[in-house]
């Protein structure tokens, strides 16, 4: 697992696969800042907490609905799933850095569990639309879990066919289309739009579920 900090980067360029390239860098510590809420450093992962990543949209509203969670100690966005090397936001828009927008979540098991953060994943959002969510078309609002162990990857694939049981009980047939899988590398989006819902309140999101829960 490969986590890079918070920068800036130049305007990318086309490869021959069809890929966008982005800035190549290592972690550069003078550029991390604190949550903008909780106050802590967006990096930090303390002893006896746990780390998973949520991609269901637009992470404006995604990262907010994890914040307002008990249990969770710092939330952050950025960009997984890809093959652009350290993306920025204006190259994730093209759809070409194969990228998706997810919400990183570090929390505290002994007072919210994976499960119950699961399952705000599954209620919060529609993971049957494929490479939209709502009126947010694109590779980067596909609906995706990267995971931080094999006891994630498990559990999320448990709940995955949970809910699609519950959705098959209230007569819906679509499938599930979220991916699962062990998390590769994350990058930090830039500044301004970590937690950009509690600096600009009346900003959009596009948060929107099925209606259908598990009970």
Request: some cysteine; aromatic content about 12%.
């Amino acid at each position: 697992m490969v986590i890079y900090s918070l920068c800036r980067v130049a305007q990318g360029k086309s490869l021959p696969n069809d890929s966008v390239e982005g800035c190549d860098m290592t972690i550069n510590k003078a550029n991390i800042i604190s949550h903008f809420i909780f106050n802590v450093d967006l990096n930090t992962i303390p002893e006896k907490h746990d780390v998973i990543y949520f991609g269901m949209g637009c992470f404006w509203g995604a990262e907010r609905l994890f914040w307002q969670l008990s249990g969770v100690y710092s939330t952050a966005v950025g960009y997984s799933g890809g093959t652009t090397i350290n993306p920025n936001y204006k190259e994730i828009c093209t759809g070409e850095t194969n990228h998706a927008e997810v919400v990183k979540v570090v929390f505290d098991p002994s007072v919210i569990s994976l499960e119950t953060l699961l399952h705000s994943f599954w209620q919060k959002h529609d993971p049957t639309q494929g490479m939209r969510q709502g009126n947010d078309i694109g590779t980067q609002y596909r609906s995706v879990v990267f995971t931080d162990s094999d006891k994630q990857t498990s559990l999320a694939r448990t709940t995955r066919q949970q809910y699609q049981n519950a959705l098959k009980k209230q007569n819906i047939s679509d499938l599930i289309t979220t991916e699962i899988s062990p998390l590769e590398t994350f990058y930090f989006a830039e500044e301004y739009h970590q937690q950009y819902l509690a600096k600009n309140p009346n900003g959009y999101c596009g948060l929107g579920g099925t209606g259908v829960c598990f009970i």
